[in-house]
C-alpha cells in the first residue's frame, strides 16, 4: 500500500533546515506520496517548484499537511504551536532528543502515536544521523565562540586565530567525540592552544598522536581538566551518554573562576546541557552573561548553516525513510538492534529505557 510522507516547515525559531531535499525524494516513487508544506525548503535554497519536479505535492499549510500524512518526517522536535496537529495515526521521524524534554515525551504518549528519534538510529555502531550534524556544530561552536569573544559582544576582545607563530589563545574542549573532534581540529587549524577533556583514556591518546604538542589532553573531572576550563579564553562542552542526559562538567564555580569575557558554548544542550544552571539560548538570542562569562547554548546549531546542514541531514536520513515505506515496517523496525533505540514512543507506551530512567517515567515493553 503507497504510504503519506509529510515534510512540514520547521517551526522552531532560526530553523532554516528541511528533513528530505528534492533530489532524495524522487526514490520513494511508487512507494509513497510525498506532500511538502509550502516554502518547508526555502531556507535551504529549495523552493516548492523544485520539490514538485522531483514528484511532490505542495500542501499550503500544516494543518492540511498533517492531516493527509502518516508519516511526518522532520528536522526537530515539535513546538507547542504543532502538538495540536499530532494524532494517534501519526509516525512521527526526527530528532527528538525526549530524554531532556518532559513536556514533549507527555504529550507524545498521550496522543498515542509513533515517535522515532532519529538521534538514536545506529548504523555499524554509530549515529548516521547525529554525526553530520556534529561536525557541523562542532565547526559552529568556534565560528561563534570567536565571534562572541568580539568586543562588541561582551567578549575580552581577543582574536582567536594566531597571527603570528605563537598561539596566544586557549581553547578547550570538554568530550572528544564528533563534535569536540571538529572544534579541536578547527581551533588546531586557526592556531589556538588547545585543551582536550574526555573520559575515554583512549580517544586522548589518539588526539595526542594526532596532534602532537598542538593540544594537551586531561582525563575529565581531573586538577589539570578543571585548570584548563577556568583558564581557557573559549570552553566547548560537547558530551554525550546516549539517550540520557549529559552529566554537569562545567561549573558554577568553574564559571566564576574564569577571566571575564571569555566564552563558553554548552553543544550538549539539545540533551539538557553541560553546563551547571544553562538554559537554552536561539540564534537571535545568543547567549547570557553569567559573572561576566558569556555562556551560549543554542540547540540547533547546524540550524545556522541549513542549506549545508540540510543536504547532510538528507543524504543520511534517506536511507531509513526507506525502513518505513515497507508494508510491516514496525515489526522489521522493533526486530533491527540498530533501528530498535529510536523507536521511543508506540501508542501510549514509553519504550526507551533512557528516557524513562532520565524523567522518571515508567518503561513499557511491546509484548
Ligand atoms: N547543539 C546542537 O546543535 C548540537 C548538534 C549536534 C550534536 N549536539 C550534541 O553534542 C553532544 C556531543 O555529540 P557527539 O556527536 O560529539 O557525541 P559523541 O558520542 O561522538 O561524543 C561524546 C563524547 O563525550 C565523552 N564524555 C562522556 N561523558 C563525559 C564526561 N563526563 N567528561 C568528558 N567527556 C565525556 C565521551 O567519551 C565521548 O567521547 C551531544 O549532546 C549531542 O546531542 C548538539
Known amino acids: 500500500m503507497i504510504k503519506k510522507l509529510g515534510i512540514p516547515k520547521e517551526v522552531k525559531k532560526d530553523e532554516g533546515r528541511v528533513s528530505l531535499i528534492p533530489e532524495h525524494i524522487t526514490q520513494f516513487t511508487g512507494l509513497a506520496d510525498i506532500f511538502v508544506e509550502t516554502n518547508a525548503g526555502l531556507g535551504s535554497g529549495f523552493t516548492d517548484e523544485d520539490y514538485q519536479s522531483a514528484g511532490a505535492k505542495i500542501v499550503p499549510t500544516a494543518q492540511e499537511l498533517y492531516d493527509i500524512s502518516e508519516i511526518i518526517c522532520k528536522v526537530k522536535e515539535p513546538q507547542e504551536q504543532e502538538y495540536e496537529l499530532l494524532t494517534s495515526s501519526h509516525v512521527i521521524f526526527g530528532y527528538l532528543h525526549l530524554a531532556s524534554n518532559l513536556s514533549l515525551t507527555k504529550m507524545l504518549l498521550e496522543k498515542k502515536l509513533t515517535a522515532i528519534a532519529t538521534e538514536m538510529i545506529m548504523d555499524e555502531n554509530e549515529y548516521p544521523l547525529l554525526i553530520p550534524m556534529s561536525k557541523i556544530a562542532g565547526n559552529l561552536a568556534i565560528q561563534k565562540g570567536m565571534q562572541f569573544l568580539e568586543y562588541s559582544s561582551e567578549g575580552k576582545g581577543l582574536l582567536l586565530s594566531s597571527i603570528s607563530d605563537e598561539r596566544n589563545s586557549k581553547v578547550t574542549v570538554i568530550g572528544c567525540g564528533e563534535v569536540g573532534r571538529s572544534s579541536i581540529h578547527k581551533s588546531v587549524q586557526i ?16 588526539l595526542k598522536n594526532k596532534y602532537g604538542e598542538d593540544i594537551s589532553t586531561h582525563i575529565s573531572g581531573s586538577d589539570d581538566a578543571i585548570a584548563a576550563i577556568r583558564t581557557a579564553d573559549l570552553v566547548v562542552g560537547a558530551v554525550l551518554l546516549p539517550g540520557r542526559k549529559p552529566p554537569i562538567v562545567i561549573t558554577q564555580e568553574d564559571i566564576n573562576q574564569m577571566e571575564k569575557g571569555s566564552v563558553i558554548i554548552d553543544v550538549a544542550i539539545d540533551q539538557g546541557g553541560c553546563v551547571e544552571g544553562v538554559t537554552a539560548n536561539t540564534h537571535s538570542e545568543p547567549f547570557e552573561i553569567r559573572n561576566g562569562v558569556i555562556v551560549s547554548a543554542i540547540a540547533n546549531l547546524p540550524g545556522a548553516v541549513p542549506k549545508t546542514s540540510s543536504i547532510e541531514l538528507s543524504t543520511n536520513m534517506q536511507k531509513f525513510v526507506d525502513y518505513l515505506l515497507i508494508e510491516n515496517w514496525f515489526e522489521e523496525y522493533n526486530k533491527n538492534q540498530n533501528l530498535k533505540p529510536s ?12 528516557v524513562a530512567e532520565s524523567l522518571s517515567l515508567s518503561l513499557s515493553k511491546l509484548v
Open 343 to 354: 523507536l521511543q514512543i508506540h501508542n501510549g507506551l514509553l519504550l526507551s529505557e533512557e
Open 191 to 206: 592556531g589556538a592552544s588547545v585543551t582536550a577533556i574526555d573520559v575515554n583514556e583512549n580517544i586522548l591518546n589518539e
